[in-house]
């Protein structure tokens, strides 16, 4: 597990999270890649009930949000269940490259398993 | 000068054994023949897109099934967006002096020409093929998103947002073309099952097959003269992730620059055409452009502000929450309707005077928005 990747612009600081080759604030090229820290607060969250293909359907349905990192970046996630706008939370890429984001302070590790 | 001179639209609902082609065919000859035009005056052709056929020359294939050889033909891609900016587009090749009378049409069979699964996992294709879609994300998971954040900011309820759905289903039982006409309630619309908190089913519009179809000319025809008077587009992000913190900012600069081309104000508009794929869209697009003070959409639509003998008519035919949503004809259906009561031909669902409108579709999730101003002046 790590933090997500974002790439951050060398001339005014600027992180973003999809891929560019120049900086969408002041259109510097050549960003420098870099790993956020993890941190951040839920802008919205969803629980989808529906799921886009069958086979990702599960009972209780399964968390979106969307985080605002510390570093700037609002990023999608899969959600613990529980969330609410405005809570902290701590966000980890797992081995399937899922960003999940559990509440702060909560124990990574058996957290969010959907 | 740009004047809507033809429209057009097909029954939305079911239409089995009948392709986008065949759909688009009768929309486009039921608008030529309300302009009273021959097929060879067209000379221009924009059509959309069909997702039960993505053809790369949608707008070719629709010039020979009309047996016509316009100047300029191709297919606009905008999503929801794509009836309102292909009119606009329509307005410039007019304005460029580059075509005479454009045809603007779409349709699909988007509900009998694939599986439900098809239709909601090729729309969940807008988002991010990285970041958003491998994390089961839907179109109305990304419009939960917003409108859940919309709910947040504004403190408005999920019951105010019914409202909207309640209203769309009580205009559509007054058009014999609408898809869902049986009368709802917002207990209905609050118990019907959740697809994506806070979005229960009947937040959503459903999916449809059918086709609509204007055109778009440099001079007036028929007794009615419909104006295409302010015209405004704003593209500010395509994925939700990286949508500005102000959801309905888009919306914002799409009309602004329509009542601006137009000269008009907010406050000059009595019918409005807008763009209505959820609950929260709408709530969204009337606060933006100040049809309704923050947060208070829905309790304005159950006052009676937005329904036929309203200060503010909106989406007289059901809208796509009730007319129904075959793809780029949705909006279309919406420009139609609007046409249709500026002339005075809209029946036992007309409105007394409706001498200006405005119309406006986003595509995406509030990604690509154009708006136009319709004004009747003569
Ligand atoms: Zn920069």
Request: net charge negative; charged share 20%; glycine share 12%.
């Amino acid at each position: 597990m790590s933090g997500p990747l974002l790439q951050s612009c060398r001339a005014c600081g600027h992180v973003w999270q999809f891929r560019r080759a120049c900086c969408p604030a002041c259109a510097t090229a050549g960003p420098e890649a870099v790993t956020a820290g993890g941190g951040g607060t839920v802008w919205s969250v969803t629980t989808v009930l529906r799921a886009p293909l069958p086979e990702l359907d599960v009972p209780g349905g399964y968390g979106i949000a969307l985080v605002t990192l510390d570093e700037g970046p609002r990023i999608m996630c899969r959600s613990e269940a529980g969330l609410a706008i405005g809570d902290r939370v701590q966000v980890a890429v797992e081995d399937d490259g899922m960003p999940r984001a559990v509440r702060a302070g909560s124990e990574l590790e058996d957290a969010c398993g959907g | 000068m740009a004047y809507l001179t033809g429209i057009a639209v097909t029954a939305f609902g079911k239409h089995p054994g009948r392709g986008p082609v065949d759909l688009m065919e009768e929309a486009a000859l039921a608008a030529l023949a309300d302009a009273a035009l021959p097929r060879e005056a067209i000379d221009g052709l924009i059509s959309g897109y069909a997702t039960t056929y993505p053809h790369l020359m949608m707008g070719t294939v629709m010039a020979e099934r009309l047996a016509i050889r316009p100047r300029h033909a191709h297919q606009a891609q905008v999503g929801g967006a794509t009836g309102a900016a292909a009119i606009i587009l329509a307005r410039h090749l007019i304005a460029a002096g580059a075509c005479r009378h454009v045809l603007v049409v779409g349709g699909e069979n988007r509900l009998t020409g694939q599986s439900r699964d098809d239709a909601v996992k090729t729309l969940a294709g807008v988002g991010h093929p990285i970041h958003e879609v491998p994390l089961g994300a839907s179109i109305p998971s990304y419009y939960a998103l917003v409108a859940a954040r919309y709910l947040h900011e504004t403190g408005a309820s999920e019951a105010d947002l019914a409202e909207l759905a309640v209203l769309m289903r009580r205009h559509a039982a007054d058009h014999p073309g609408a898809q869902l006409k049986k009368p709802l309630t917002v207990d209905e619309v609050l118990a019907s099952k959740p697809i994506a908190t806070p979005l229960k089913f009947l937040d959503c519009c459903p999916i449809s097959d059918g086709a609509a179809a204007v055109v778009v000319s440099a001079e007036p025809a028929g007794a009615a003269v419909i104006r295409l008077a302010g015209w405004g587009e704003a593209h500010t992000h395509q994925h939700v992730s990286e949508m500005p913190d102000d959801v309905g900012v888009g919306a914002k600069l799409a009309a602004a620059q329509a009542f601006e081309t137009a000269g008009r104000k907010t406050a000059d508009m009595r019918l409005l055409g807008l763009y209505d794929s959820f609950t929260p869209t709408l709530a969204i697009f009337l606060e933006a452009f100040g049809f309704a003070q923050p947060g208070r959409a829905g309790i304005a639509a159950r006052d009676g502000r937005f329904s036929r003998d309203g200060a503010l008519p909106l989406n007289l035919h059901g809208g796509l929450m009730s007319f129904g949503h075959p793809g780029v004809a949705g909006f279309l259906a919406h420009v139609v309707e609007v046409v249709r009561q500026m002339r005075g031909e809209a029946g036992r669902r007309q409105v007394k005077d409706a001498p200006l409108a405005y119309c406006h579709a986003d595509g995406g999730v509030f990604s690509s928005h154009a708006g136009l101003v319709l004004e009747r002046t003569a």
